[in-house]
Nanobody, 121 residues
Framework: QVQLVESGGGLVQAGGSLRLSCVVS????????MGWYRQAPGKQRELVAT???????NYADSVKGRFTISRDGAKNRVTLQMNSLNPEDTAVYYC???????????????WGQGTQVTVSS
């Protein structure tokens, strides 16, 4: 059974940093892109950052220059380094991976359970 397990959320003051990590466990054939999304109270889930298997990255405008996404393919892990956090970054952060369990299926999106990030002013 495929699972995405996140860690690293918490409470931090404005201007501080946090590092989120997500590991994909279980038997998988391949992972395509991975990424982080977030959902603040009363708002829709939004993209934060994604990274392809080749290392190409994409960021939401609101986090460019502050957040960095990286990936360890050997460990099926994706990390989000978040610097210069502000209260608007407060949300539940979700890890996402598009992966194939077997060679013969198309890629499907899998999600972690979410980790809370709270930035106090």
């Amino acid at each position: 059974q495929v699972q995405l397990v996140e860690s690293g959320g918490g409470l931090v003051q404005a201007g501080g940093s946090l590092r989120l990590s997500c590991v994909v466990s279980g038997y998988i054939f391949s992972i395509s892109h991975m990424g982080w999304y977030r959902q603040a109270p009363g708002k829709q889930r939004e993209l934060v950052a994604t990274i392809t298997g080749g290392g190409s990255t994409n960021y939401a405008d609101s986090v460019k220059g502050r957040f960095t996404i990286s990936r360890d393919g050997a460990k099926n892990r994706v990390t989000l380094q978040m610097n210069s956090l502000n209260p608007e970054d407060t949300a539940v952060y979700y890890c996402n991976a598009n992966l194939r369990v077997t060679l013969w299926e198309a890629g499907n999106d899998y999600w972690g359970q979410g980790t809370q990030v709270t930035v106090s002013s």
